[in-house]
């Protein structure tokens, strides 16, 4: 295979397990080559070694036609590869894919780069190949107006990592950042920021990053928080230093469908007193709302009309639901789990017309509900009520609501 005119009409190259291969034979000189795949390569350090036709010392600024027909090329399991082109004294390795439509590289961990010219690229997968810095794959999409999926994550130990992304001219865009433990150096997080295209990042997961939230944002907080606009999906835990709703934080992300707030204890649900509660609506496009294990959340503010799910638990706290809950005519469905001093729902509640779902558990101190969600009982789908003596009481056999469940498909046992 040293010599490539044997192999010159061959279209597709499969080499699998060459388990003590440590240098390639010149497949990059196959001058029909469309497809290549190699896998398993544990030996492999460089796809390419150097230009055999090149004396040393005679620079060779561009090598010869680098796999000059090739439209696809996929490594995989290559624990060794660093580079694409091993550097030779006297000779730059610029390495050209002049043709290639499709890459794809997989459990390459030390491979540090990617190549530098790729014209023609429109599909791209890189998976665990952590050591290739994450703007460079990124900024390859920016170049080729490709859209991107994939895992990134943030940590201090180990920066920023990339788990798996995946190119391409079809679909859209959606990316989750993990963003864990942040504790400091905001402005070198903001810069980092600045270099990859946060218009991917639609699933944004914060977790333990007290450093984000502040009751008097500085400017870097705010900053960051800029970066976030096409997010759609935001979780919170962990956090200790919300304590009203982070309305600075969460101004811009007017995206946002799916919010979620996890053991962030000191949250208390207020506004804070700079802002008129009557104009203030939390996340104009929010559909879905998680609200879980808050212990000292008292309130929950104004839902905006989009609002399709609410899911409210272990919030001993909390002592009414929101009061525009009665005009939120898309809920759908309407969940509240442990909530040890909630007495009561919103009066009226005339406005739930879509409500399919209801599930009321552990709250003692609830003893009715509003005349407007009673009137929505008979259109039910799934009807739970547990823990709640009151509720149960009137729900079972000659109770006040008995006959108001008995059309609903999936209800509870304990109901009538």
């Known amino acids: 295979m040293h010599n490539p005119t044997q192999l010159e009409h061959l279209s597709e190259l499969h080499l699998s397990s060459c388990k003590n291969c440590k240098d390639l034979p010149p497949l990059w000189k196959m001058p029909s080559l469309g497809y290549l795949s190699l896998d398993n390569f544990p030996s492999l350090k460089s796809i390419c070694v150097g230009n055999d036709d090149t004396d040393i010392g005679q620079p060779c600024i561009y090598p010869p036609p680098f796999f000059p027909k090739l439209e696809a090329m996929i490594i995989s399991d290559m ?215 808050c212990e000292n959340l008292v309130e929950v503010p104004k839902l905006p009309a989009s609002l399709e799910k609410l899911y409210i638990s272990r919030c001993p706290k909390l002592v009414s639901m929101p009061i525009v809950l009665g005009n939120v005519k898309k809920l759908r469905e309407l969940d509240v789990h442990g909530c040890d001093a909630l007495t009561a729902f919103t009066d009226g509640m005339y406005g739930v017309i879509a409500l399919r779902r209801l599930v009321v558990a552990g709250c003692p101190r609830i003893e009715a509900l509003p005349e407007g969600l009673l009137q929505q009982l008979p259109v039910l789908e799934e009807l739970g009520i547990t823990d709640c003596p009151n509720l149960e009481e009137a729900f079972s056999r000659g109770g006040a609501y008995c006959n108001l469940v008995e059309a609903i498909p999936h209800r509870s046992r304990n109901l009538a």
């Open 79 to 293: 624990p060794k590869l660093e580079r694409w082109h091993e550097e030779v004294p006297g000779q730059a390795a610029v390495v050209s894919f002049s043709q290639l439509k499709k890459l794809e590289i997989t459990e390459c961990p030390m491979l540090q780069s990617m190549p530098k010219m790729l014209p023609l690229l429109e599909q791209l997968l890189v998976k665990s190949a952590r050591a290739i810095p994450l703007y460079h794959v990124i900024n390859l999409s920016v170049q080729f107006n490709l859209e991107c999926k994939g895992i990134i994550s943030v940590e201090p130990t180990v920066g920023w990592q990339h788990a798996d992304l995946h190119f391409s001219r079809l679909g859209d865009s959606r990316v989750e950042l993990t963003l864990r433990g942040l504790t400091e150096n905001l402005e070198r997080f903001e810069e980092e920021l600045k270099r990859i295209p946060c218009r991917f990042i639609k699933e944004l997961r914060i977790i333990s990053c007290d450093c984000l939230f502040s009751s008097e944002p500085s400017q870097i907080q705010r900053d960051i928080w800029n970066h976030f606009g096409f997010v759609e999906t935001l979780c919170i835990s962990g956090s200790s230093n919300i304590v009203q709703w982070p309305m600075v934080e969460l101004g811009n992300l007017n995206q946002i469908r799916g919010l979620e707030l996890y053991q962030c204890c000191n949250l208390t649900g207020s506004i804070p007193s700079t802002i008129s509660d009557d104009k203030y609506v939390l996340l104009p496009r929010l559909q879905d709302l998680i609200i879980r294990e």
